[in-house]
Nanobody
Framework: QLQLVESGGGLVQPGGSLRLSCAAS????????IAWFRQAPGNEREAVSC????????MYVDSVEGRFTISRDKAKKAVFLQMNSLKPEDTGVYYC??????????????????????WGQGTQVTVSS
């Protein structure tokens, strides 16, 4: 069974950092484009960052540019989202998602977000003082 599992969420004060992990069971993440999405209460799910299967053309949503970093560790077979300078508006459930192969163009956006095939259960991130 193909599964994605996120970890690393928690409660952090504004300005703090968290590192989210996305691991797979049943398949090799190396061949997949991976994206992180988040959903805050009352809001639609939004794509936050993505890393294509060939690790170039990484993307970030404008609101996290310069604060978040997505990376892939092939030895650990995981994808990470390092989140620094966290703000209360970063609060939400964070999901990782996988798309087989390179994306058809850019790795996030209205034309590709619906193509992600595998999703994790999510990890809660709460930024609050």
């Amino acid at each position: 069974q193909l599964q994605l599992v996120e970890s690393g969420g928690g409660l952090v004060q504004p300005g703090g950092s968290l590192r989210l992990s996305c691991a797979a069971s049943g398949f090799n993440l190396d061949f997949y484009t991976i994206a992180w999405f988040r959903q805050a209460p009352g809001n639609e799910r939004e794509a936050v960052s993505c890393i294509p299967s060939r690790d170039f053309n990484i993307m970030y949503v404008d609101s996290v540019e310069g604060r978040f970093t997505i990376s892939r560790d092939k030895a650990k077979k995981a994808v990470f989202l390092q989140m620094n300078s966290l703000k209360p508006e970063d609060t939400g459930v964070y999901y990782c998602a996988a798309l087989w192969g390179p994306p058809p163009g850019i790795c996030m956006g209205p034309l590709v977000n619906g193509r992600y095939q595998y999703w994790g259960q999510g990890t809660q991130v709460t930024v609050s003082s």
